[in-house]
């Protein structure tokens, strides 16, 4: 069965750090482009940060840019999200996806995303 499962969200406080975990089960990340998303409560789900596979490449959006590091390890099937100097803004679930899309900087839609985890919940509050 193919699936993504998550884990490591919880409660921090603000400038506290969370490393999130995906996992991939039924089939092997080492053509996917990897991505991490999150909703926050009455948003819209958003791209966080995608590493690109053509170029071998971490991507970030604007609001999480130097605090976030993607990674993954295609041995154990396995992809990462270090979340530091966390922000109440970052509050939301993650997600992470896996999409067969791939090109030199080119960044999967949402839709173009074919595999989806469950999401872990991550609040920064104090």
């Known amino acids: 069965q193919v699936q993504l499962v998550e884990s490591g969200g919880g409660s921090v406080q603000p400038g506290g750090s969370l490393r999130l975990s995906c996992a991939a089960f039924?089939?092997?990340?080492?053509?996917?482009?990897i991505g991490w998303f999150r909703q926050a409560p009455g948003k819209e789900r958003e791209w966080v940060s995608y590493?690109?596979?053509?170029?071998?490449?971490?991507h970030y959006s604007d609001s999480v840019k130097g605090r976030f590091t993607i990674s993954r390890d295609n041995a154990k099937n396995m992809a990462y999200l270090q979340m530091n100097n966390l922000k109440p803004d970052d509050t939301g679930v993650y997600y992470c996806?896996?999409?067969?899309?791939?090109?030199?900087?080119?960044?999967?839609?949402?839709?173009?995303?074919?595999?989806w985890g469950q999401g872990t919940q991550v609040t920064v509050s104090s």
């Open positions: 996806a896996a999409s067969s899309y791939s090109g030199h900087l080119y960044q999967p839609t949402q839709a173009e995303y074919q595999y």
């Open positions: 039924g089939f092997t990340i080492d053509y996917y482009t």
């Open positions: 590493f690109g596979i053509v170029e071998d490449a971490e």
